[in-house]
């Protein structure tokens, strides 16, 4: 088990994205989204305060870089903005080891809590925003283009977060 996971671990590599990877990040996000935000947006986004932008790669495909992540954080909140990962590198734990690095470098930099957005039919997504221990916060109707709605995740990064999904997931009295 933890050779398995020894070797998952060296299998993946991880940065964080400087401006001249923003044509990469532009080309990843590409293949998750439509419309793709492109490389104006990608290195507006690089050049802003506060934003952590990580370029992911499996072992399989060293020469393109395959998963991309970024957030923004504002004083102790941070949220995801986007998570992409290319799909011949899906189910390999590059999204986890992506957001797991992103969760690091979050709470370090002094975020107490992070927001993640999420189309409420994402399973993959949802599996893994709940896998890290995000509680489901609140619901944007008809958010997506698609008419689809947007659940809003909370994770706390740090125990003297506040824990929205307490809140968001007791049942109130008149509902048992
Ligand atoms: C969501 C996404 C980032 C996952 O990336 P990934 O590299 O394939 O994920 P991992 O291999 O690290 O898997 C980690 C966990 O995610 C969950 N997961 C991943 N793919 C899944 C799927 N198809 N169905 C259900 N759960 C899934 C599982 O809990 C998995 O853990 P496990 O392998 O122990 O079961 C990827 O599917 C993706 O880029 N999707 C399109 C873009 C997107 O939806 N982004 C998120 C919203 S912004």
């Not at 020469?63 to 909140?77: K, N, V």
């Not at 899906?90 to 690095?101: D, F, Q, S, T, Y």
């Not at 809003?152 to 109130?172: N, R, T, V």
Request: contains cysteine.
């Amino acid at each position: 088990m933890a050779r398995r996971l020894d070797r998952q671990l060296r299998a993946l590599a991880m940065h964080r994205a400087a401006p001249a990877d923003a044509p990469i990040m532009a080309a990843i996000h590409a293949t998750c989204f439509s419309p793709p935000w492109n490389e104006a947006v990608m290195s507006q986004l690089l050049a802003s305060p506060g934003v952590l932008c990580l370029i992911g790669a499996t072992a399989e495909i060293v020469a393109s870089p395959a998963g991309l992540l970024i957030a923004r954080r504002a004083a102790d909140e941070a949220e995801l903005l986007t998570l992409a990962v290319a799909p011949p590198c899906r189910h390999a734990g590059l999204g986890r080891a992506l957001l797991e690095r992103a969760i690091a470098d979050l709470r370090a930099s002094g975020a107490r809590q992070l927001f993640l957005e999420v189309d409420e039919g994402n399973a993959a997504a949802i599996a893994l925003y709940r896998a890290f221990g995000a509680r489901p916060v609140g619901k944007r109707p008809g958010y997506y283009e698609s008419g689809a709605n947007a659940v809003i995740f909370s994770l706390a990064l740090s125990d003297s977060a506040f824990d929205y999904g307490q809140i968001a997931e007791k049942p109130h009295d008149d509902q048992r």
